[in-house]
C-alpha cells in the first residue's frame, strides 16, 4: 500500500506568516491528492482536491501544489481561523490512504 | 440543506456488533458513492470502507475486512456499516462521508460522526 507521511506533525507560526504544509506519497499519485481541515472538536472540511484545485467556498490564502509523490499545502497569510489540523489524503487507488495530520498553531 | 447524520454508536463489548446509519438529506443520494471514515481518540483520520452509488461495489480497508459491511438503502437515503467482532482498537468516531463523484474519490461532505467505544 502506498503511505503518505506528512511533515512537520506540528508547528507554530504568527498571525500574517507563510506557512507550508508537505506530505509526501510512497509512490506516485500522479494529482490524486487532497487537502482537508479539522479544527478542534470539530468535523474534518475539505480545502483542495486534485492537488492544486481549491473548493468552492475556501478561502484563497490557501492553496496547493504538487504532481507525483510531493505535494504542498500554503497558507498565504494564517489567520486565527486556521488553527487546526491538516490531513492529505490520495484518492488514486484503494486504500484511500490519509497522512497523519499536521496541527497548525499560533 | 445538505447533510449527513450518523446514528447506531455507543459501548460495546470485544466481539460484540453494532450497525451505524447515516441518514442523507438534500442531495440525489443515489447518485453518489459513499464511504465510512474513522477517526480513534486523539487520532488521525483512517478510510474504513466505500460502497458504490448502486451499491454493487464495496471496497474495506484490511483491518475490518471479514467484519465489517457496508450496505445502502438508496430508498431510503441511507448507507449501514454493520460491524461485528469489535475490538478495542475499533474504538472511534465514525463518519459518514459523500464521494465527490466520477474518479474522484475524495470526500466532499462530512456527518458529525458517531462515537463507537469497545470496552468490557
Known amino acids: 500500500d502506498i503511505q503518505m507521511t506528512q511533515s512537520p506533525s506540528s508547528l507554530s507560526a504568527s498571525v500574517g506568516d507563510r506557512v507550508t504544509v508537505t506530505c509526501r506519497a510512497s509512490q506516485g499519485i500522479s494529482n490524486f491528492l487532497a487537502w482537508y481541515q479539522q479544527k478542534p472538536g470539530k468535523v474534518p472540511k475539505l480545502l483542495i482536491y486534485?492537488?492544486?484545485t481549491l473548493q468552492s467556498g475556501v478561502p484563497s490564502r490557501f492553496s496547493g501544489s504538487g504532481s507525483g509523490t510531493d505535494f504542498t499545502l500554503t497558507i498565504s497569510s494564517l489567520q486565527p481561523e486556521d488553527v487546526a489540523t491538516y490531513y492529505c489524503q490520495k484518492y488514486n487507488t484503494v486504500p484511500w490512504t490519509f497522512g497523519q495530520g499536521t496541527k497548525v498553531e499560533i | 440543506e445538505v447533510q449527513l447524520l450518523e446514528s447506531g454508536g455507543g459501548l460495546v463489548q470485544p466481539g460484540g456488533s453494532l450497525r451505524l446509519s447515516c441518514a442523507a438529506s438534500?442531495?440525489?443520494?443515489?447518485?453518489?458513492?459513499m464511504s465510512w471514515v474513522r477517526q480513534a481518540p486523539g487520532k488521525g483520520l483512517d478510510w474504513v470502507s466505500y460502497i458504490r452509488d448502486s451499491g454493487a461495489g464495496t471496497y474495506y480497508t484490511d483491518s475490518v475486512k471479514g467484519r465489517f459491511t457496508i450496505s445502502r438503502d438508496n430508498s431510503r437515503n441511507t448507507v449501514y456499516l454493520q460491524m461485528n467482532s469489535l475490538r478495542a482498537e475499533d474504538t472511534a468516531v465514525y463518519y459518514c462521508?459523500?464521494?465527490?463523484?466520477?474518479?474522484?474519490?475524495?470526500?466532499?461532505?462530512w456527518g458529525r460522526g458517531t462515537l463507537v467505544t469497545v470496552s468490557s
Open positions: 438534500g442531495f440525489t443520494f443515489s447518485n453518489y458513492a
Open positions: 462521508a459523500k464521494v465527490y463523484g466520477g474518479n474522484y474519490w475524495f470526500f466532499d461532505l
Open positions: 486534485a492537488a492544486s
